[in-house]
């Protein structure tokens, strides 16, 4: 029940009316007995800095960060930790003792959550985009051990500067996306990630592509997990090509869900978050909103 001495944790970011934070988020708070609720806030570029020295003052115990602020909020926290600076950007923060904000990034625990139980020490993989997400997911795939990473992107800018970003950390390649040597790197890949929005359902004219064409997948063989950021359509329609490959797929939902249950950890200072309360809360919602889901 909301009381007089209820608090709250916020999503800022703009827009923020599709985020499926606030439903998982609050099916967690309820499940924990949290006196607390979350809440999404748009808000403006212009805004951001009086919306934020604003919040610390009227009982808000936490803050996510969406799009596009992440980077944009480094000035005003005062404690950062090392992997939101190694990856230049902030999904999550918190009030220190002194008041001030103290943030993080959960996407890289977010992206593992799912690889957990699969041994890819040494073994050879591609990220498909070199944006914001990609950044996380590479920084994962270091932390899993993998062997080498080989980025994909129709980018060649953020290309290179995600290359020269990690490239003192492991064998990291770049390559576009019409290079014919993506074939033989497709064959042989152990794991594949998906991390531009083709596929996503808001993308209402493209049904059923895949990231860069068809053709570009003619050489996916049945041992190659394919890993797809997005969560809706489940299955995405690239999943849904590699199942028939044979293939084990991962959809994105996990990764939304893990992230989720990091930032709510951090807000709480270690309180052990139920994963599975606030996947169910998700898949029932999305159910509702679309019974294809
Ligand atoms: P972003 O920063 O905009 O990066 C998207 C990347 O995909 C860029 O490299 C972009 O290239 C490329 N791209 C976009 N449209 C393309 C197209 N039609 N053909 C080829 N490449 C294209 O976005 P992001 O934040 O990384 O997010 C990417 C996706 O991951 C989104 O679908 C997002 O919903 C999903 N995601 C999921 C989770 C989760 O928890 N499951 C978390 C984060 C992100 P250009 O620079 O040339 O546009």
Redesign the pocket.
């Known amino acids: 029940m909301i009381t007089s001495k209820t608090s709250f944790i916020a999503l800022i970011g703009n827009p923020v009316n599709h985020s499926l934070s606030p439903i998982m988020q609050n099916a967690a708070l309820e499940y924990l007995g949290l006196d607390l609720i979350y809440i999404a806030i748009p808000c403006k570029d212009e805004d951001l800095k009086l919306v934020l020295n604003s919040l610390k003052k009227i009982n808000c115990k936490g803050l996510n960060i969406t799009?596009p602020y992440k980077e944009k909020v480094f000035d005003l926290c005062s404690e950062i930790s090392p992997i939101a600076k190694k990856l230049k950007a902030i999904n999550t923060l918190k009030l220190n003792s002194e008041q001030k904000w103290s943030a993080t990034n959960t996407?890289v625990e977010?992206f593992i959550y799912p690889l957990k139980t699969v041994n890819l020490t040494k073994k050879q993989s591609m990220v498909l985009?070199?944006?914001?997400?990609?950044r996380s997911v590479i920084q994962g795939l270091i932390n899993l051990n993998l062997s080498t990473i080989t980025v994909v992107?129709?980018?060649k800018s953020?290309l290179d500067a995600i290359i020269k970003n990690f490239g003192n950390q492991i064998e990291i390649h770049g390559l576009l996306n019409n290079d014919n040597q993506t074939q033989n790197l497709i064959e042989e890949a152990d794991l594949i990630v998906n991390?531009?929005?083709?596929g996503?359902k808001t993308i209402t004219n493209e049904a059923n592509v895949l990231?860069?064409g068809e053709t570009f997948w003619r050489s996916l063989s049945s041992k190659t997990i394919v890993y797809d950021?997005?969560?809706n359509p489940a299955p995405t329609p690239l999943l849904k090509f590699s199942a028939k490959k044979g293939c084990i797929t991962i959809d994105?939902l996990q990764?939304?869900v893990a992230?989720g249950v990091k930032s709510l950890s951090f807000w709480t200072n270690g309180l052990e978050v139920p994963f599975h309360i606030m996947n169910d809360a998700l898949k029932k919602y999305l159910k509702k909103i679309d019974p294809n889901f």
């Open positions: 799009i996407d977010g985009g070199s944006g914001g997400a990609a992107s129709r980018n953020s991390t531009t929005p083709i996503m990231p860069y950021l997005i969560y994105g990764m939304l992230q």
